[in-house]
């Protein structure tokens, strides 16, 4: 049962660039969130996603784009790669509205913007 | 919303020592409330969580946390800690799994 799986592990950007971090599940969750982890302010949501085709800003949205065409996959776009954008990216899953509301964290993504 | 607050970043604690790490949380309306321990360089992984009932939460290697509604806390603790407890806590809320909001973490030392 692989879980969530996010790739890749690590990148490296130049400033301006773009990207796309991969991130899919495979235990049918409804709800699927993307997180930004940076020292000493622990995990901060950046778009979250309750179902195909439905998606919502977080805390701190800006320079990030989300997509849900499918309950398996949440990507997260890098419109222009900025240094600020520096950080370890980790991608959650969980079930909605019920009491198994356990979230399941991928491995992260690594990202240094240059 | 929902608002977490872990009162420690760091907590020194010697081998075979109790350790309580603490968390408020703040919320208009009834919350699940987690803790989270992340070990170096890997993901989040849940280590008990509170959705009703019972107070106190019993979870995995040894960690309990009590929930207080009056003080809004949900303090996570373990009676003996080992090296291997040595990693980063994360405190969370969310309202029934949507929108899970992490507390800033409290990173456990455990010395020989």
């Known amino acids: 049962n692989a879980g969530v799986t996010q790739t890749p592990k690590f990148q490296v950007l130049k400033t301006g660039q773009s990207m796309t971090l991969q991130c899919a599940q495979d235990?049918?969750?409804?709800?699927m969130s993307w997180y930004r982890q940076d020292p000493g302010m622990g995990l901060r949501l950046i778009h979250y996603?309750?179902?195909?085709?439905?998606?919502d800003q977080g805390e701190v949205p800006n320079g990030y784009n989300v997509s849900r065409s499918t309950t398996e996959d949440f990507p997260l776009r890098l419109l222009s790669a900025a240094p600020s954008q520096t950080s370890v990216y980790f991608c959650a899953s969980s079930l909605l509205g019920t009491l198994n509301t356990e979230a399941f964290f991928g491995q992260g993504t690594r990202l240094t913007v240059v | 919303a929902q608002s977490v607050t872990q009162l420690d970043s760091q907590v020194p604690v010697f081998e075979e020592a109790p350790v309580e790490l603490r968390c408020n949380y703040s919320s208009s309306v009834s919350v699940y409330l987690f803790w989270y321990v992340q070990y170096p360089n890997q993901g989040l992984q849940l280590l008990l969580k509170y959705l009703s009932g019972s107070t106190l939460v019993k979870g995995i290697n040894g960690f309990e946390a009590e929930f207080n509604k009056s003080q809004t806390s949900f303090h996570l603790r373990k009676p003996s800690v080992h090296i291997s407890d040595t990693a980063e806590y994360f405190c969370a809320v969310s309202a029934g799994g949507f929108k899970t909001i992490f507390g800033a973490g409290t990173r456990l030392f455990v010395k020989a």
């Open positions: 996603s309750v179902g195909a085709g439905i998606t």
């Open positions: 235990m049918n969750h409804e709800y």
